[in-house]
Each structure stands twice: as structure tokens, then as C-alpha cells.
């Protein structure tokens, strides 16, 4: 797969559990923080894909490969694979020295905070999202 969205992220003390590694809670912050990051890129946040929304997270899958420690300088990858009525599918893949340690995906829902209702996915997110990653 495929990756236009990049971002560097060094592995934190608190990223750190009992065993010595990376927590594996800590890899759902970390996919956070690169869509984020991806999203900040295309011009939206968490908060604001347009039209008065934002979104929720429903869903998320992380497949682990390898583990990661303290202080180790990793890539974390980004894609928006596919974008339905009033949701959207975020894939991720966290490598070091370009060996994935670990993949998954999250199931992401278009929500106005307001009215507190899913909505659908505002055009003007959909366009942006086909623009960067074509």
C-alpha cells in the first residue's frame, strides 16, 4: 500500500509499559497523532472536516509485528482509503529503519457535535481527501 502522508515521531518514556516496550494502547495515540497530523496537512482537524462536523472514531485494528523502545525514532504512514456516505477508512503503518512494526485501520464517522448526529462526509473533505491522494 501506498503512502503519500508521512510523519516522524520518537518513541517517549511514557510510550514505555512494565515489559520494557511500547504499550500496545499507546499505538492507537500514535495513529492519532498522524491523523492529525494528516489532517492538519489537508486543512481540516479532529473538530472540523467541514460542514459543521467533526468525527468519532467506531472502529480500529492494529496488527503488531515488531516491538518498539524508548528513544527510537519512528515513521508513522497515513492514508484515507475510502471515503462512504458518512464515513471513512484511515489506514496506518509504523515502521522503523523501514521495517513495519506495526498496521492497522480505523473506521472514522462523520459527526456534527452540535446537533449530535452523524452526518454525511461533507464534500468539501471528500475533494480534498481525492486531491492529496491521487
Known amino acids: 500500500m501506498e503512502f503519500k502522508f508521512k510523519t516522524e515521531y520518537t518513541i ?13 494502547d499507546v499505538y492507537l495515540a500514535l495513529f492519532q497523532e498522524a491523523r492529525i497530523r494528516y489532517l492538519n496537512n489537508i486543512g481540516f482537524s479532529e473538530l472540523n ?7 468519532i472514531l467506531v472502529k480500529a485494528e492494529i496488527d503488531f509485528k515488531k516491538e518498539l523502545f524508548y528513544g527510537e525514532k519512528i515513521e508513522i504512514k497515513a492514508k484515507i482509503s475510502q ?3 458518512s464515513s471513512f477508512i484511515m489506514d496506518y503503518s509504523i515502521e522503523k529503519d523501514n ?3 506495526a498496521t492497522g485501520k480505523t473506521v472514522l464517522v462523520s459527526f456534527n457535535y452540535t ?6 462526509v461533507p464534500d468539501v473533505f471528500r475533494r480534498k481527501v481525492e486531491e492529496f491522494e491521487k
Not at 12 to 24: A, F
Not at 49 to 55: A, H, M, P, R, Y
Open 99 to 101: 521495517n513495519v512494526c
Open 12 to 24: 517517549s518514556i511514557k510510550d514505555i509499559n512494565y515489559g520494557g516496550h511500547v504499550g500496545n
Open 49 to 55: 472536516i467541514g460542514d459543521n462536523c467533526g468525527i
Open 83 to 85: 471515503i462512504k456516505n
Open 115 to 120: 446537533e449530535r448526529k452523524i452526518k454525511p
